[in-house]
Nanobody
């Protein structure tokens, strides 16, 4: 079973940047995809971005497109999430998930993902 460990979160001022990391273990497929999600207090988990390692295709939620970049190091089974121009509404716990089937990115909704990591807290505040 796939296991994720997220890191890189912290406190950042509005307009700042962060790079989150998601280290995966237990992956048996040569090609796979990983999604980043976030959950703010009192809200449901929402999709942020997804990457397919086979060809590098990336997908983003409309709420973050243009401010977020997902990338990956296939040899290290690690996926990164670079976030720029951070806003207070980006405050959330960010975690990784694996698609419930296949190696391509499904729609960025939680019902298509599983094996959630513990997450890393991102707080955007002055």
């Amino acid at each position: 079973q796939v296991h994720f460990v997220e890191s890189g979160g912290g406190l950042v001022q509005p307009g700042g940047s962060l790079r989150l990391s998601c280290a995966a273990s237990g992956i048996t497929l040569r090609d796979y995809s990983i999604g980043w999600f976030r959950q703010a207090p009192g809200k449901e988990r929402e999709g942020v971005a997804c990457i397919e390692t086979m060809d590098g295709n990336t997908y983003y939620a409309e709420s973050v497109e243009g401010r977020v970049t997902i990338s990956g190091d296939k040899s290290k089974h690690t996926v990164y999430l670079r976030m720029d121009s951070l806003k207070p509404e980006d405050t959330a716990v960010y975690s990784c998930g694996a698609p419930i089937w296949g190696s391509t990115c499904p729609p960025l909704t939680t019902k298509y993902f599983t094996s959630w990591g513990q997450g890393t807290q991102v707080t955007v505040s002055s």
